[in-house]
Structure formats: C-alpha cells, structure tokens
C-alpha cells in the first residue's frame, strides 16, 4: 500500500497537467510542480490564497456553480475557465475533476488550452466575416452534400426563395426546382457526384410569390483532406428578367419575315424557322453547331470575305453591317442572300444576330 501511494505521488510530481487537491470552501491544499510552473505562483502564494482569487471575475460565478455539482456526486470532464498568471495574463485551463466520498476533497486535473481557445476563437471570428462577407453579396450562394441537401445558405438565398434558413438546411436542392427539371437535376447530380468539375448550370425555380424564374449558378466541388468530395458550393445569380425578355424577344423573331440567326462562341445559340428553310435545313441541324461548319456551303468565291468579316466584327473591327454572297442550300442548289449583321450582348456575353433573306429572284431578273 505504500508502495501505490508512493507510486501516486511521483504520478503527481511529474504529471505534465495542472494537479492539485482542493476544499470545497475554495482553497488549494496540494498542488504538483506543473501547477505551479504554468501559472508562475510561488507554492506558498498559491495554497495561502482562495482559488477564487485567481480565476477571472467573469467566470467566479460559474466556477462556484461548479463545485455545486460537484457536491452533488457528480463528475466534470471538461470544465473551462480562466485562471491568472503571476504576470497578470489570464490561462484558459480545462478542468476534469471529482470530490472523494472519503475526505470531501476536490481532486483536479486541469490543463492549459489557451492556444487552442486562441485558434478556436481566430477560425470563429474568420468564419462570422466570411459569413457577413457572404449575406452582403447580392449573388445568392448555397453549398449542398453529395446527396443534395443544403448545408449552407446566404440572406440572399433565403430572400430569393421567400423562405428561411431555419426552412431551408437540410432541404434537397432538386425540390426547389421546378416539377420539370426534377427528373434531370437527379441525372445531373448524380454525374457531378461521379465526376466531380466545376459547373455552370440554369434552373428554373418558382418564386416566393409562386410564378417562374430562373437561376444561372457556377457550382465547385469542395474536397476534404483525404480527397473525398464534401460538398458543393455554387454562386447563383437570378436571370428571371433577362430569360423573359429573350423568351419574348424569340418570340418576335420566330414570327419573322427574314431569317435571323444568332451566333456566339462560333455557335448557332438561336435560329428562327426562316432561317432555316433558306438554308434548307431543319432548325434542329443547325442550332449549337458551329457557323464555321456550313462555311463550306458558302460559293468558294465568297467565302473568304464571309469569314473574315465575321471574325473582324467579333474583334470589334468596323465592316459593313449589309453583303450580299451566294451559298448552297443542303440539296445542293446555289442561292443568293442578302445579310445585315451586327453586335449584340446575348446572356451577357457578346454575340453576332444575321438577319439575312434570300435574293435569289431579284439577282435573276
């Protein structure tokens, strides 16, 4: 038996935690080496003093609470307050502790976690400014698991969908979508889970107040340490009044007389039916192939300057707005047209729109 309390002590003395054996009336009674050493009282200081002398004014009240429980019966395995140094600074020490049923004496064993508080509370204050930083943005900005729910919405977000954030996490993002896109924002989901990449997506949604609108987001994989995808962030931004005026804008186009086209990225991006049927295809053979694809239907001894001009107006170059040149129609036949040309913004981005009508006739005459 004395060889275990021997064996105890020299436990105590070499322990690198804060030991000390305490009474429930608030004074120290035994403290070890490392005690002592962590805060820079004297032995003396430290076991002539009440305890409570030590610990910040603010957590006092919180420590006594504490004891309390102690007194109950109870156990603590992670209790934190801020104790005085010699120097005038104060430690955060995390305390784990119990009184024996034997002597009533508090057993302590406490250790300092003032960096980690400091890490803590830096890593706290760099999340709250890039959340405050975040609700500011008018771009509404999401982050979703791979299996779709939400996790994180900004004030935008929220405002966006009329809802709040308390209604929101935990959500799928595919139910917000409109009834339609359902089905395929589950394909889409499941290919970016697969193959994880930056995106750039339009949905359509409803608005708070129950009418259609839509969205453009650019979405990023996030990875953990290991490699693992953890989610999703995405920036949106709402293009509801953009896509009405271009649904209405189409509209007028596909009731045309002359054949309009719009090309960007080298792109058939929009075609009207007249278009089409003076090149003598179907829309659908035209629309998101390359213009620079039926080059070859242009009379070889127009196509250059065709060519030219096109990639002179994208460069911002002055060319005639209106030509005339001769192509193929898809059965061969050769045809003249008459083109006006210019520059537009198309979903933001710079664009050419052909307004072009068959002259075939008026050549002949």
């Known amino acids: 038996m004395k060889q275990f309390a021997e064996s105890i002590e020299n436990f105590?003395?070499?322990?690198?935690?804060?030991?000390?054996?305490?009474?429930?009336?608030?004074?120290?009674l035994k403290v070890n080496p490392a005690f002592i050493r962590t805060l820079g009282w004297s032995e003396d200081k430290l076991l002539s003093s009440s305890f409570y002398d030590f610990i910040h004014p603010d957590d006092?009240?919180?420590?006594?609470?504490?004891?309390a429980y102690l007194q109950e019966g109870n156990r603590i395995y992670s209790f934190e307050n801020r104790f005085r140094t010699q120097k005038g600074d104060y430690l955060h020490l995390q305390w784990s502790g119990w009184i024996h049923p034997d002597d009533g004496l508090i057993y302590g064993v406490g250790?300092?976690?003032?960096?980690?508080?400091?890490?803590?509370?830096?890593?706290e204050r760099t999340r709250q400014m890039y959340e405050t930083?975040?609700?500011?943005?008018?771009?509404?900005?999401?982050?979703?698991?791979?299996?779709?729910?939400?996790i994180f919405v900004n004030d935008a977000y929220c405002e966006k969908f009329g809802r709040s954030r308390d209604d929101l996490l935990g959500q799928r993002v595919i139910d917000l979508l409109s009834p339609g896109e359902r089905e395929s924002g589950k394909r889409n989901l499941k290919?970016?889970?697969?193959?994880?990449?930056?995106?750039?997506?339009?949905?359509?949604?409803?608005?708070?107040?129950?009418?259609?609108?839509y969205q453009e987001w650019v979405d990023t994989p996030i990875f953990d340490k290991t490699g693992r995808l953890e989610f999703y962030q995405?920036?949106?931004?709402d293009i509801t009044d953009h896509v009405r005026t271009e649904l209405a804008f189409k509209a007028v186009l596909e009731h045309s007389v002359q054949g309009?086209?719009?090309?960007?990225?080298?792109?058939?991006?929009?075609?009207?039916?007249?278009?089409a049927q003076i090149s003598g295809y179907e829309v659908s053979e035209m629309v998101d192939q390359r213009a620079d694809s039926f080059i070859d239907r242009i009379h070889p001894d127009d196509r250059e300057i065709v060519r030219q001009r096109h990639y002179d107006?994208?460069?911002?170059?002055?060319?005639?707005?209106?030509?005339?040149?001769?192509?193929?129609?898809?059965?061969?036949?050769?045809?003249?047209?008459?083109?006006?040309?210019?520059l537009i913004q198309w979903r933001g981005r710079p664009a050419i729109q052909v307004a072009m009508v068959d002259i075939t006739e008026r050549k002949n005459a």
């Open 12 to 28: 105590f003395e070499i322990s690198l935690d804060l030991c000390c054996l305490a009474s429930v009336d608030g004074y120290l």
């Open 60 to 67: 006092r009240e919180k420590s006594r609470a504490t004891i």
């Open 111 to 123: 250790r300092d976690v003032t960096e980690q508080r400091r890490k803590s509370d830096e890593l």
């Open 133 to 150: 930083i975040i609700n500011s943005q008018s771009e509404m900005v999401c982050r979703y698991t791979p299996d779709g729910k939400l």
């Open 191 to 213: 290919d970016w889970v697969k193959n994880p990449r930056v995106v750039k997506h339009t949905i359509e949604f409803f608005l708070a107040d129950g009418t259609l609108g």
């Open 234 to 237: 995405g920036v949106g931004r």
């Open 260 to 275: 309009i086209a719009i090309i960007q990225d080298s792109l058939y991006v929009f075609l009207n039916e007249k278009y």
């Open 313 to 342: 107006r994208m460069a911002g170059r002055d060319v005639p707005n209106n030509y005339e040149f001769r192509r193929f129609r898809k059965d061969g036949t050769l045809h003249w047209v008459e083109i006006h040309a210019s």
